[in-house]
């Protein structure tokens, strides 16, 4: 009898453990919403934190009826099952609820990859095709791409402990195919040359960057996915992986505040990869490394004439390449890792197959989203005007508006 009562406190303590760690990545659409808002004009800032709201809205949803099960699945009797299942409350009250914990788990991940999309097409994407994209990146994007990787059917095996390539480098491929379909905002380029577009509120991005690094530590501290197994290694390396972000974002853009909030996002995002197997000062380079390129990463994109409007191609696509690549470099034993489940060919492979799955299949979506909803962007007229009256019929701050 005790021997089972002490298997029932494992599974609660498990629930409890995913149920706690998923929230603080649900924190995380905040900090996005944030940091995502504060990088925009004012006039396009109620647009944001709507897309970071439907971005879960339809997140949820999509979840549960596709993206859950396909992430280990393609057998479309194991749907059927799972959808005979979500009708009733009671095939779920075995082990305390605990598949509907790793489900919310795996939500959280999922709207977390679909909502970077949103930062690198603000200002100019038509809400409605906003959406469906969204909901296309949960559904299927998302969701197939978890079942090629480790998390899911393992067609095509690399360390990759938290999500540096299956939830930031996709996110950010898929935000670059999407960049590229759409076009740059009006009066982003001239004569050839790229001319600054200021955010509205910096003090609000850094804000959403503190958020996210608060969540972060459910993203890579839950990754364990339960109790027994927790790891105080992943949350100094994360701890590390952030302070070497902010650090190297600094002093390659010369103290820029904006840049170094994104860069102590870079950090966190190239640490999940390997973040239970390097060293703390492993940890601390791989930071450094990632929150260096942001700055660099997103000029090299405007010499392309692509309008990255948060960076998030830089913040989650290259610094998850990043993450991911020498993941395989500090995971091993000479350089202080464990090598545990590392090869670094593995790793350099899943990084170039993230690469053309996200930016091929991001072009290629939006495209036929385009076509669907008639138009990916909004008019010149409407742009202009800005996307909070345009689509939503209300400024994010009417007092201003009333002056």
């Not at 999922?110 to 097409?121: D, K, L, M, Q």
């Not at 930031?168 to 982003?188: Q, S, V, W």
């Not at 700055?295 to 090299?300: D, I, Q, S």
């Given at each position: 009898?005790?021997?089972?009562?002490i298997?029932?406190?494992?599974?609660q303590?498990?629930?409890?453990?995913?149920?706690?760690?998923?929230?603080?990545?649900f924190?995380?659409?905040?900090?996005f919403a944030?940091?995502?808002?504060?990088?925009?004009?004012?006039?396009?800032?109620?647009?944001?934190?709507?897309k970071?709201?439907?971005d879960?809205?339809?997140?949820?949803?999509?979840?549960?009826f596709?993206?859950?099960?396909l992430?280990t699945?393609?057998?479309l009797?194991?749907?059927?099952t799972?959808?005979?299942?979500?009708?009733?409350?009671?095939?779920f009250l075995?082990n305390?609820?605990k598949?509907?914990?790793?489900?919310?788990?795996?939500?959280?991940?999922?709207a977390?990859?679909?909502?970077?999309?949103s930062?690198?097409?603000?200002?100019?994407?038509?809400?409605?095709a906003?959406?469906l994209?969204s909901?296309l990146?949960?559904?299927?994007?998302?969701?197939?791409?978890?079942?090629?990787s480790?998390?899911?059917?393992?067609?095509?095996p690399?360390?990759?402990?938290?999500?540096?390539?299956?939830?930031?480098?996709?996110g950010?491929?898929?935000?670059?195919?999407?960049?590229?379909?759409?076009g740059?905002?009006k009066?982003?380029?001239?004569?050839?040359?790229?001319?600054?577009i200021?955010?509205?509120n910096?003090?609000?991005?850094?804000?959403?960057?503190f958020?996210?690094?608060?969540?972060?530590?459910?993203?890579?501290v839950?990754?364990a996915?339960?109790?027994?197994?927790i790891?105080?290694?992943?949350?100094?390396?994360?701890?590390?992986?952030?302070?070497?972000g902010?650090i190297g974002?600094?002093?390659?853009?010369?103290?820029?505040?904006?840049?170094t909030?994104n860069?102590?996002?870079?950090?966190?995002?190239?640490?999940?990869?390997?973040t239970?197997?390097?060293s703390?000062?492993?940890g601390l380079?791989?930071?450094?490394?990632?929150?260096?390129?942001?700055p660099?990463?997103?000029k090299?994109?405007?010499n392309f004439?692509?309008?990255d409007?948060?960076?998030?191609?830089?913040?989650?696509?290259?610094?998850?390449?990043?993450?991911?690549?020498?993941?395989?470099?500090?995971g091993?034993?000479?350089?202080?890792?464990?090598?545990?489940d590392?090869?670094?060919?593995?790793?350099?492979?899943?990084?170039?197959?993230?690469?053309?799955?996200?930016?091929l299949?991001g072009?290629i979506i939006?495209?036929?989203?385009?076509?669907i909803?008639?138009?990916?962007?909004?008019?010149?007229?409407?742009?202009?005007?800005?996307?909070?009256?345009?689509?939503h019929?209300?400024?994010?701050y009417p007092?201003?508006?009333?002056?």
């Amino acid at each position: 009898m005790a021997e089972v009562n002490i298997l029932e406190l494992i599974t609660q303590l498990d629930v409890f453990f995913l149920v706690i760690m998923g929230v603080l990545v649900f924190l995380m659409q905040l900090g996005f919403a944030m940091l995502e808002g504060g990088q925009v004009r004012s006039k396009n800032v109620n647009n944001v934190m709507m897309k970071n709201m439907v971005d879960w809205l339809v997140g949820c949803v999509s979840w549960l009826f596709v993206g859950y099960i396909l992430c280990t699945s393609l057998n479309l009797g194991d749907f059927i099952t799972w959808w005979g299942k979500i009708f009733s409350a009671t095939p779920f009250l075995e082990n305390n609820g605990k598949e509907l914990a790793e489900w919310f788990f795996g939500l959280v991940f999922a709207a977390t990859a679909a909502t970077i999309v949103s930062g690198g097409v603000a200002e100019r994407i038509k809400f409605s095709a906003y959406v469906l994209l969204s909901i296309l990146i949960t559904a299927l994007l998302y969701p197939f791409f978890v079942y090629l990787s480790p998390w899911g059917a393992n067609i095509l095996p690399w360390h990759d402990y938290a999500g540096s390539l299956i939830v930031h480098g996709l996110g950010g491929f898929l935000a670059l195919g999407a960049i590229a379909a759409l076009g740059p905002r009006k009066g982003r380029f001239k004569d050839g040359k790229p001319v600054p577009i200021l955010g509205h509120n910096i003090p609000m991005a850094v804000f959403g960057a503190f958020a996210l690094a608060i969540g972060w530590y459910g993203f890579n501290v839950g990754s364990a996915l339960a109790l027994k197994d927790i790891s105080g290694l992943v949350c100094a390396t994360t701890t590390l992986a952030m302070a070497g972000g902010g650090i190297g974002a600094l002093l390659v853009s010369k103290k820029d505040v904006l840049f170094t909030a994104n860069g102590l996002v870079a950090g966190l995002v190239a640490i999940c990869a390997g973040t239970d197997i390097v060293s703390p000062i492993g940890g601390l380079i791989i930071g450094l490394i990632a929150g260096a390129q942001v700055p660099l990463v997103y000029k090299l994109l405007e010499n392309f004439k692509l309008d990255d409007v948060c960076g998030v191609v830089a913040v989650h696509g290259t610094a998850g390449v990043i993450g991911a690549i020498l993941a395989g470099v500090f995971g091993m034993t000479a350089l202080g890792g464990t090598g545990q489940d590392i090869n670094i060919i593995s790793q350099i492979i899943a990084a170039v197959f993230c690469i053309l799955y996200g930016t091929l299949l991001g072009y290629i979506i939006a495209k036929i989203v385009g076509v669907i909803t008639g138009g990916l962007r909004v008019s010149e007229e409407e742009e202009e005007m800005g996307l909070d009256l345009a689509e939503h019929k209300l400024p994010a701050y009417p007092e201003e508006e009333a002056m």
